[in-house]
């Protein structure tokens, strides 16, 4: 599938965040990428989940949630990534960006959030209502998320490593307080945080293909998971 791919810039209050935004012929649905601490646009995770969402006719928007002065803070400060609001702003205005280009603008949303860029996703989903139609959350602190959990409504995929310690359980409590009537634990069985065992993120990039495609609601009634 040809895929053209191009760098933008995303405007959130006073600052612009690159990112890569990526689009197959007649894409389906767009899926916007939240990375997770010490991380960013280039995480070789999220693009190798990204090219996969490609192949199944996904838009994808691969962005850096912090500047290049942030970063340079986090490395002493380490504040900013477990700052789950400014990490939502600037995902809330990442989605203000793709409904603003003609390319994107009629595409249904999805978000793929990775560790803390997981809650963030849900909070943005939680304030951005039917706006965003599916979630997927991989390796995930979804309780980062808090109270907020309680008023996303968009159809949340968790996916865990088994081998991943207390995160699945965080993921088993996130789940059992979330409101949707779509949400789904997926655990890979011994696989660690980064899902770097063999075959672990494809199975992650196929369960998240699939949920995107059952939930985008540009692929009809047979794309089921």
């Not at 008023?151 to 207390?166: E, M, S, Y």
């Amino acid at each position: 599938m040809e895929v053209d791919s191009s760098l933008v810039l995303i405007s959130s209050d006073a600052v612009n965040l690159e990112g890569e935004l990526a689009l197959p012929n007649d894409a389906k649905g767009i899926v916007i990428f939240a990375h997770g601490s010490g991380s960013g646009r280039h995480s070789p995770r999220n693009q190798a989940v990204a090219a996969h969402l490609q192949e199944a006719g996904l838009a994808t928007l691969l962005m850096d949630l912090l500047t290049a002065e942030e970063e340079h803070e986090e490395r002493y400060t380490r504040h900013h990534r477990f700052d789950i609001q400014l990490l939502c702003d600037r995902l809330v205005a990442a989605t203000d960006f793709a409904s603003t280009l003609d390319e994107t603008a009629h595409l249904p949303i999805g978000f793929f959030g990775a560790s803390t860029g997981a809650a963030a996703a849900l909070v943005a989903a939680a304030a951005l209502g039917d706006r965003v139609e599916a979630v997927v959350s991989r390796g995930g602190r979804p309780d980062l998320a808090g109270s907020t959990l309680a008023v996303v409504a968009a159809p949340t995929l968790l996916i865990v490593g088994g081998a991943d310690g207390p995160v699945t359980g965080m993921n088993r409590d996130a789940m059992g307080r979330m409101i949707s009537t779509s949400v789904r634990l997926e655990i890979i069985p011994e696989a660690t945080h980064l899902f770097v065992e063999p075959g672990a993120l494809e199975r992650v990039a196929d369960l998240s293909a699939a949920w995107f495609r059952r939930y985008l609601g540009r692929y009809g009634p047979e794309a089921i998971i």
